[in-house]
Every structure is written in structure tokens, then in C-alpha cells.
Antibody
Framework: QVQLQESGPGLVKPSGTLSLTCAVS?????????WSWVRQPPGKGLEWIGE???????NYNPSLKSRVTMSVDKSKNQFSLRLNSVTAADTAVYYC??????????????WGQGTLVTVSS | DIQMTQSPSSLSASVGDRVTITCRAS??????LSWFQQKRGKAPKLLIY???SLQSGVPSRFSGSGSGTDFTLTISSLQPEDFAIYYC?????????FGGGTTVEIK
């Protein structure tokens, strides 16, 4: 079964860039599935950040689009998230997830455990 | 963006109770609706997709229904392990918006 693992700095300074990587195991990032990032501020709900296909095609949340970049590294079977010009409002647990394309609606079936990123000086 | 509104935001129930959570979309999303369960400190877990299809491995006491703008998640007989936060999410169009969540607490 597919497993995802987020990694990256847990602390980022304000105005800096948040960079996270999601390593995929048990499946190929070059499959027909999409791969996405979701975040959750402490004590709050879930926010979809965006999604990427192995071809590099992306869809971003318009609320973050000007600051977000996602990429895929097929050789390492992983995908990444960069969020620049961060503020305290970007403090959240960040999850990577697979969007299963084999069923209607491409639901997010597999998730990483999540990683807390705190924006603070 | 499509807005997803869940109700109630929280509820208290006892083991064995039948629990119903609703989710309303701001526009028609056909049946492109998923339900997730999230426990404290854990990632969301997919329960239902396509509004009514049960994800593999999920107990049959969970069921989903609805189409268009109105959807329901039902737990037929609440179990101790079901106390959690439940979220709906639409996948009709980007951004894939979530509902605000429903906390199911022990009565």
C-alpha cells in the first residue's frame, strides 16, 4: 500500500520560504494519480493547498497561488511544496496526500502523518 | 470557490446512537463529495467517496447519501472509536474545499 512521508524544517522565519518534500513509497509517483498538499492550522480546519500530476501540471488554491510552487522529482519518487513570503498565518500541520484517480471524484485516500511548520522569528 | 457548510459544528452522542451529519455545497457538485474522519494528532482518514461509496476497510456502520448540494454522513450505531472530527470535501472543482468540520463528542 502507498505510504507518504513529509519532511522539511519545522521552523521558518517570517518572510522566508517554507519548503517541504513528500516521499512516496509503495507506489509510483508516475502513476495516473494526482498528488496534493493540505494544511491545518492548530485547532482549525483543513485547507487544500493544491495538487500536482507527474507531468508537472498543477492546480493551486487561488488564495495561495501567488506564493505556492509544487514540483515532482520522478527519480526520487517524491514531490515538493514551496510557499514563500510566509507569515504566522502559515503556521500549520502540512499533509501530503494521494488523490486516487481510479474512482469517481479522485478522493484523497492515502495521507502522510503530517508535519508541523511554525513561522516565527 | 465552492463553499461547504457542515452542520452541526458539534454534537454529543452516546455509544449505540444513530448520528447524522449534513454538508451543504454552495452550488451543485453532483456526487463529487468525500467524508473524512480525523482523530486528534492524526491525518484525516477517507470514509466515503462519490457521496455514497464506502472506502475499503471502513466499517459498514458508516454510510453517505446525497447529490447536488445536500449530503449526509450517517453512523448507524456510534462506537467508542468513532468519537472524532468529521469533514466533508468537494472535488467538483478546484480549489477542493472542505467543510468546517463536525466534532462528535461523548455524551
Amino acid at each position: 500500500q502507498v505510504q507518504l512521508q513529509e519532511s522539511g524544517p519545522g521552523l521558518v522565519k517570517p518572510s522566508g520560504t517554507l519548503s517541504l518534500t513528500c516521499a512516496v513509497s509503495g507506489g509510483s509517483i508516475s502513476s495516473s494519480d494526482w498528488w496534493s498538499w493540505v494544511r491545518q492550522p492548530p485547532g482549525k480546519g483543513l485547507e487544500w493547498i493544491g495538487e500536482i500530476y507527474h507531468s508537472g501540471t498543477t492546480n493551486y488554491n487561488p488564495s495561495l497561488k501567488s506564493r505556492v510552487t509544487m514540483s515532482v522529482d520522478k527519480s526520487k519518487n517524491q514531490f515538493s511544496l514551496r510557499l514563500n513570503s510566509v507569515t504566522a498565518a502559515d503556521t500549520a500541520v502540512y499533509y501530503c496526500s494521494r488523490e486516487m484517480t481510479s474512482v469517481t471524484g479522485n478522493p484523497n485516500d492515502f495521507w502522510g502523518q503530517g508535519t508541523l511548520v511554525t513561522v516565527s522569528s | 470557490d465552492i463553499q461547504m457548510t457542515q452542520s452541526p459544528s458539534s454534537l454529543s452522542a452516546s455509544v449505540g446512537d444513530r448520528v447524522t451529519i449534513t454538508c451543504r455545497a454552495s452550488q451543485s457538485i453532483s456526487t463529487l463529495l468525500s467524508w473524512f474522519q480525523q482523530k486528534r494528532g492524526k491525518a484525516p482518514k477517507l470514509l466515503i467517496y462519490g457521496a455514497s461509496s464506502l472506502q475499503s476497510g471502513v466499517p459498514s456502520r458508516f454510510s453517505g447519501s446525497g447529490s447536488g448540494t445536500d449530503f449526509t454522513l450517517t453512523i448507524s450505531s456510534l462506537q467508542p472509536e468513532d468519537f472524532a472530527i468529521y469533514y466533508c470535501q468537494q472535488s467538483y472543482s478546484a480549489p477542493r474545499t472542505f467543510g468546517g468540520g463536525t466534532t462528535v463528542e461523548i455524551k
